[in-house]
């Protein structure tokens, strides 16, 4: 399942490669990072953003864990500032080892269906969105939810001139009579030419003890419609994971 994964993300770009511009350039994509961007696709305009894959690696109460997971979003405009977005990760896995013992499993994880809205504001140099969604369990035991997962989450960004701008998040996970909040900031830059950076910092807290993560990535922008995607962050806390990090690609088609 990797392996075609991985062949289907490098036809794709090779099919957008060979194909004309039909616009100067793309909405903001929501990979990588772990908030969303404050924009939406045009209607009927699609794209697909893709883990090639996305890693976590944990080590707790004597036992070493390593997480890969091959997510997958397609965000489709709708028009009057909605996009659909369709959510879930076809293709995990999960090595787990302890003094005496280890254990691989794999599988698919939940499915999620989000419907974002970003309004036009009066100033230029704010943005706003919000992603309301729905999780369902038809992963695999080892990586599903087990039940239903309704999530309500806001981006507000400013703009601050030069390719730069500031952005804050909050998010809440409402499942099984809990809650489970998460807050980050992030600050963007550019790096030179097609290239820009990122830093930011995440905290979650509502079941068990907070989890605090800060890292930063590089994408990289090539004719507006193909982006590349390399991040990382280090856990802050005993309950955080020890390192997430990943690779994505994300394409557009208008």
Known sequence: MKARILRVACLSTLALLGTPLARADAPAFDRPGISFSTS????DSLDWEQGLP???RDHGNGIWSTLQSAGTNVRIGLGNDLELQLSGSPWNRLDQHDAVSSQRLSGAGDTRISLKWAPSLTSKDWSLALLGSASFDTGTAAFSNGQQVYSLGVTVARDLGGDRSLAAYANVDHSGGADIWTLSANYGFP????FAGYVEAGRSFGTGAPASVAGGGVTWLFRDRLQLDLYARCGLTPASPDLQAGAGVSLYWP
């Open 191 to 194: 790096l030179g030419g097609n």
């Open 40 to 43: 939406v696709l045009p209607v």
């Open 54 to 56: 996305d890693l976590e």
